[in-house]
């Protein structure tokens, strides 16, 4: 009993350490003091790692990483509660929202001393710097962020990172807007050409420094907080890409009485990608640059209680799965930030007793169904993907903080 009590003990010591660092990083992150107090926590954490009763079992002395591996799989192979990670890695105040770069070929050791574990890239390092990784000569360069380990599949969440999803009211409504199409087709394929137009305010340029790549969207849904019933943004449907290849013009021609006439002609943009039908009315709004997003899972350092709002897809989705993508109700003006790892809890069917012969409608408790991960946030609405879900989650279901 002894030593549970003290592995007990270790664990509750771990969560406040690692809930300190949070808090530290935070704290920095907007400019508030840091106390000595802060700082020394967080630098022990480097330092220390984690309790072993925080390994999951089996986790692996040394792993070689892979292609196709991702944070959140490595950091369950090795934790019982995988958003500790930054605690295994042993991340220190500036490198907690910015990891060290994991690439595949590189070889994780697992460090076991003095009943903590720490992960490195080089077996027996006290330093904990990553190894030398050696390349061939080549003559394709690529940028070594894109080959670094990513948190999560990229193509689960890849159209979230690089599309504008949230807008306000007015952004759609006041974009450019498809006037016709080359000819009847209403799927459109790479290739195929498409006219907009936009207005005196918001006009297609193609001069240097204007926007040449467009997303193209179309009815943009209310998003509404289920418990208060206020709209928090809306969430366009996304139908496909184009290429803006000429601006909007006037073009000087004979009206056929001696005279000259200026008509107004629309810019000419190409399909490069088509998802769903395109037809005239939909809007075009300039595509995101492309951000190499690198965050590490870890627990919100506040309190949160967060709502599903929607769920991403076809309006005919009423339940998500692994893997699906939800929308809650708070935001990064709540505090929401890329990497927080959420517990899903269910919403608690209502039923009649059917053992009383008043025959009155209970309500069942809320239970824990599973983890989502935020991986994109905009002012009061975040996408998390559901990393794991025993039964299916739905509009209303919770989100709290990881126990």
Request: proline share 7%; glycine share 8%.
């Amino acid at each position: 009993m002894a030593g549970f009590a003290g592995i007990q003990r270790a664990t509750l010591g771990a969560v406040t350490i690692l809930c300190a660092v949070l808090a530290t990083t935070a704290a920095q992150a907007q400019g508030r003091p840091v106390s000595a107090t802060q700082q020394a926590t967080a630098e022990q954490v480097a330092q220390q790692g984690v309790p072993l009763a925080e390994l999951a079992p089996g986790a692996p002395d040394t792993y070689v990483v892979k292609r196709g591996d991702t944070l959140w799989g490595i950091s369950g192979m090795y934790l019982k509660r995988p958003w500790c990670w930054p605690e295994l890695w042993g991340m220190n105040l500036q490198a907690i929202r910015n990891p060290h770069l994991i690439f595949p070929g590189q070889t994780l050791h697992l460090d076991r001393n003095g009943g903590y574990a720490r992960l490195r890239t080089q077996a027996g390092s006290a330093s904990g710097e990553p190894e030398t990784v050696r390349v061939s000569p080549r003559t394709r360069t690529d940028s070594l962020a894109d080959s670094a380990l990513p948190t999560l599949k990229p193509h689960l969440i890849e159209p979230f990172l690089v599309e504008p999803v949230v807008v306000d009211a007015q952004t759609l409504e006041q974009a450019p807007r498809i006037v016709a199409m080359l000819d009847e087709r209403v799927l459109m394929s790479p290739g195929d050409r498409i006219y907009a137009r936009g207005d005196a305010a918001n006009p297609l340029r193609a001069e240097p420094g204007e926007p040449r790549q467009y997303r193209i969207f179309r009815n943009a849904v209310a998003l509404k907080d289920p418990l208060t019933g206020e709209i928090l943004g809306y969430e366009a449907q996304h139908l496909g890409k184009a290429v803006l290849v000429r601006g909007e013009s006037f073009e000087e021609s004979a009206d056929g009485k001696g005279g000259i006439v200026s008509e107004y002609v629309p810019a000419s943009l190409d399909v490069t990608s088509s998802k769903e039908e395109m037809r005239a009315g939909d809007r075009l709004l300039p595509a995101a640059p492309r951000v190499f997003t690198s965050y590490t899972p870890h627990a919100p350092q506040r309190d949160v209680d967060a709502r599903v709002i929607s769920i991403y897809g076809s309006s005919a989705v009423a339940n998500a799965a692994q893997n699906n993508v939800v929308a809650i109700n708070l935001g990064s003006q709540d505090g929401i930030e890329a990497g927080h790892v959420l517990n899903l809890l269910t919403k608690g069917n209502r039923i009649k007793d059917k053992t009383s012969e008043a025959r009155s409608m209970i309500k069942l408790p809320s239970e824990s169904n599973g983890m989502a991960m935020v991986f994109r946030t905009f002012d009061r609405v975040s996408y998390a993907l559901i990393l794991d879900v025993r039964t299916q989650v739905r509009v209303g279901d919770r989100l709290i903080n990881p126990e």
